[in-house]
């Protein structure tokens, strides 16, 4: 079976700009988080997403967003880039009856210059 | 209060020894403590996790020991083998709104070394 797979696998941006990371969960599970891993340190919650609907945010700035689409893959957005968002970004999914378990992505490596 | 707080930073075991990471948290609203591996390139992958209803868990070479009162949980790594060289994450979970998974909250990591 695929585990969670994330696009693109490695991602450069200049200060300012835009990005879109994309996150497919496993079949059957209908939660997803997002986790920003800075190098070197452990995973820091950023959103959860559950049905489609946010279900919980961590201590990130406005311009992170997220959604989840109704086949239940996700994106997360970050708008004007700053040279502290460069970080692996992690998504997790989870099928939440019967097991709890957040399964994680390999994560997308965004470097900003 | 909501730190988790990981040490060592760094351990170096010898093939066939213990590895013992330990964790500290502060917020009694964690009710999940999960300990992740991770490997260069990878995403965290779970290895063991605990609830505070129970004081010791073990699944294999792994065994996770959690102390309620102290607020303390530990990974032990019995017969260490250079093929668990990794980092370890320790991470505490609280249950968010209804229907959602819970929402982790990481240590720093511990980079395992055994040697061969």
């Known amino acids: 079976d695929a585990g969670v797979t994330q696009s693109p696998t490695h991602l450069i941006k200049t200060r300012g700009q835009h990005v879109t990371l994309r996150c497919s969960p496993i079949?059957?599970?209908?939660?997803v988080s997002w986790y920003q891993q800075v190098l070197g340190q452990g995973p820091q919650f950023i959103f959860q997403?559950?049905?489609?609907?946010?279900?919980g945010r961590g201590n990130f700035p406005d311009r992170f967003s997220a959604r989840q689409f109704p086949n239940y893959s996700s994106e997360l957005n970050v708008n004007a880039l700053l040279l502290g968002d460069s970080a692996l970004y992690l998504c997790?999914?989870?099928?939440?009856?019967?097991?709890?378990?957040?399964?994680f992505g390999p994560g997308t490596r965004l470097l900003v210059l | 209060q909501q730190q988790v707080k990981q040490s060592p930073q760094s351990l170096i075991v010898q093939k066939g020894g213990i590895s013992i990471i330990n964790c500290a948290y502060e917020?009694?609203?964690?009710?999940?403590f999960p300990w992740y591996q991770q490997f260069p390139g990878k995403g965290p992958a779970l290895l063991i996790a605990?609830?505070?209803?129970?004081s010791e868990k073990k699944e294999g070479r792994f065994t996770i020991s959690f102390n309620k009162s102290a607020k303390q949980f530990s990974l032990h790594i019995m017969d260490s083998q250079p093929g668990d060289s990794a980092t370890y994450f320790c991470?505490?979970?609280?249950?968010?709104?209804?229907?959602?998974?819970?929402?982790?909250?990481f240590g720093s990591g511990t980079q395992l070394t055994v040697l061969p």
């Open positions: 997790a999914s989870s099928l939440l009856r019967g097991d709890e378990t957040q399964y």
């Open positions: 079949s059957g599970h209908k939660s």
């Open positions: 997403y559950y049905e489609k609907e946010e279900r």
């Open positions: 917020n009694t609203a964690f009710d999940y």
């Open positions: 605990i609830r505070p209803d129970v």
């Open positions: 991470a505490a979970g609280r249950r968010g709104t209804s229907g959602s998974a819970r929402q982790l909250t």
